[in-house]
């Protein structure tokens, strides 16, 4: 029987649930940067996707890893609700918003208002998951795409994605208690610099270094 550590079976879920997680990354042109300047630009937000986070004792075995997964699906997503976690998207979609209005003088307005482009982020992960070879300690997991979108004829002229998991520092790690304690705390600033991370990739990716 072969085996799947949480944080990999958490990857599989991502690809399968949402595909843009796993697209492929397009950097803007040169026509594609020059047809934008001084055009009304529109920014979204996708829907956060459920809270998920991976215990060692479910969502372990690859035979019963999906089942696992929907019984820590439910439970994590209370655990969103009751410590008040917030979706990161807003970060990369500000940074990305930054650079369009500055560098490409994008005017951004309202929802509802006419639009040339529209700028779009979206969450794909969103949790935590304990150590491949540590169970007890934990890391938080995040992944977004963001895509921009010439509204007139629907092509998409720039888009990118990431995905930041894994623990960085195994013994500095929080344990499962450490990572709720203080209104989860460590869980929340691990969330936001990997969300930072990933505005920065996606901003490297879409405009270039």
């Known amino acids: 029987m072969s085996y799947l550590?949480?944080?990999?079976?958490?990857?599989?879920?991502?690809?399968?649930?949402?595909?843009?997680g796993c697209a492929s990354n397009?950097?803007?042109?040169?026509?594609?940067?020059?047809?934008?300047?001084?055009?009304?630009?529109l920014i979204s937000t996708g829907d956060r996707p459920k809270f998920i986070i991976t215990t060692p004792s479910k969502g372990f075995l690859a035979s019963q890893g999906l089942l696992g997964f929907i019984a820590v699906h439910a439970l994590s997503e209370d655990l969103a609700v009751t410590y008040n976690i917030k979706d990161p998207a807003l970060t990369i979609s500000q940074k990305l918003k930054q650079r369009l209005s500055?560098?490409?003088?994008?005017?951004v307005v309202e929802k509802g208002?006419?639009?040339?482009?529209?700028?779009?982020?979206?969450?794909?992960?969103?949790?935590?998951?304990?150590?491949?070879?540590?169970?007890?300690?934990?890391s938080a997991n995040y992944?977004?795409?963001?895509?921009?979108?010439?509204?007139?004829?629907?092509?998409?002229?720039a888009s990118a994605s990431c995905v930041e998991h894994g623990l960085k520092n195994a013994e500095q790690a929080p344990?499962?208690?450490?990572?709720?304690?203080?209104?989860?705390?460590?869980?929340k600033d691990g969330l936001n610099a990997r969300a930072q991370r990933c505005a920065d990739k996606i901003v490297n990716t879409i405009f270039g270094k």
Do not use: W
Not at 102 to 107: A, D, F, G, P
């Open 5 to 20: 550590t949480g944080r990999k079976i958490y990857m599989v879920i991502i690809c399968l649930s949402v595909l843009p």
């Open 143 to 157: 992944g977004a795409t963001a895509e921009l979108r010439d509204l007139r004829n629907n092509s998409i002229i």
């Open 175 to 187: 344990t499962y208690d450490e990572l709720f304690a203080n209104q989860a705390k460590r869980l």
């Open 113 to 138: 208002k006419y639009a040339q482009y529209e700028l779009k982020v979206m969450s794909t992960a969103f949790g935590a998951a304990h150590g491949t070879l540590n169970f007890s300690k934990y």
């Open 26 to 41: 397009k950097q803007i042109d040169t026509s594609g940067a020059t047809a934008i300047q001084n055009k009304k630009l």
């Open 102 to 107: 500055t560098q490409h003088k994008m005017h």
